[in-house]
T-cell receptor, first 113, second 114 residues
Framework: QQPVQSPQAVILREGEDAVINCSSSKALYSVHWYRQKHGEAPVFLMILLKGGEQKGHEKISASFNEKKQQSSLYLTASQLSYSGTYFC??????????????FGKGTHLIIQP | NAGVTQTPKFQVLKTGQSMTLQCAQDMNHEYMSWYRQDPGMGLRLIHYSVGAGITDQGEVPNGYNVSRSTTEDFPLRLLSAAPSQTSVYFCATQPGQGIWNEQFFGPGTRLTVL
């Protein structure tokens, strides 16, 4: 099942903070986060694993709540370059990797000067 | 080091025509996959491969064929194009099969089926 992302869209002024959520109806082992700018390919941001390990972008933080089957991406002191569509991806079966990712529908983030 | 390359960048087909979307990588990654992206739908997995000679179906495999004869190449074949296959197609690679590995996406192929 496709993870559910919220909000669908958010508009911020430069310097403001944003939180993007990703919820799954099934047990999560890993969550991937990607950002896509208009007309470009998705670019990797972070991976979070059950158990607390993380890997990814230095300026972006995220959390993984195993009990709630949810991950959140925190964008603090947003910059114009943060604009784009953010996708979370969860493992189709055991965790993501050999069997591919199921992506959410995306959250559109617009940062205004 | 080109990374992940896809050809063509744009393609227009008529209903019923067949074609192959090419994906090549020079990163020696074992895992390759194909996604389609439609407005408001996110990325949906079509087929994937965990190594040369091994392929498997994703969420939306109908109407598409794949093969993997080399580590570098993973072509996607549309057997008989339909307007519902109008989409942007992304190829992605991953260094290994584990859940700790990020995916690297190619630039995409924008396909229109008339």
């Amino acid at each position: 099942q496709q993870p559910v992302q919220s909000p669908q869209a958010v508009i911020l002024r430069e310097g403001e903070d944003a939180v993007i959520n990703c919820s799954s109806s099934k047990a999560l082992y890993s969550v991937h986060w990607y950002r896509q700018k208009h007309g470009e390919a998705p670019v990797f941001l972070m991976i979070l694993l059950k158990g607390g390990e993380q890997k990814g972008h230095e300026k972006i933080s995220a959390s993984f709540n195993e009990k709630k089957q949810q991950s959140s991406l925190y964008l603090t002191a947003s910059q114009l370059s943060y604009s784009g569509t953010y996708f979370c991806g969860t493992g189709r079966y055991s965790g993501g990797g050999a069997d591919g990712l199921t992506f959410g529908k995306g959250t559109h983030l617009i940062i205004q000067p | 080091n080109a990374g992940v390359t896809q050809t063509p960048k744009f393609q227009v087909l008529k209903t019923g025509q067949s074609m192959t979307l090419q994906c090549a990588q020079d990163m020696n990654h074992e895992y390759m996959s194909w996604y389609r992206q439609d407005p408001g739908m996110g990325l949906r997995l079509i087929h994937y491969s965990v190594g040369a000679g091994i392929t498997d179906q994703g969420e939306v495999p109908n109407g598409y064929n794949v093969s993997r004869s080399t580590t570098e190449d993973f072509p996607l074949r549309l057997l008989s194009a339909a307007p519902s296959q109008t989409s942007v197609y992304f190829c992605a690679t991953q260094p290994g099969q584990g859940i700790w590995n990020e995916q690297f996406f190619g630039p995409g192929t924008r396909l229109t089926v008339l």
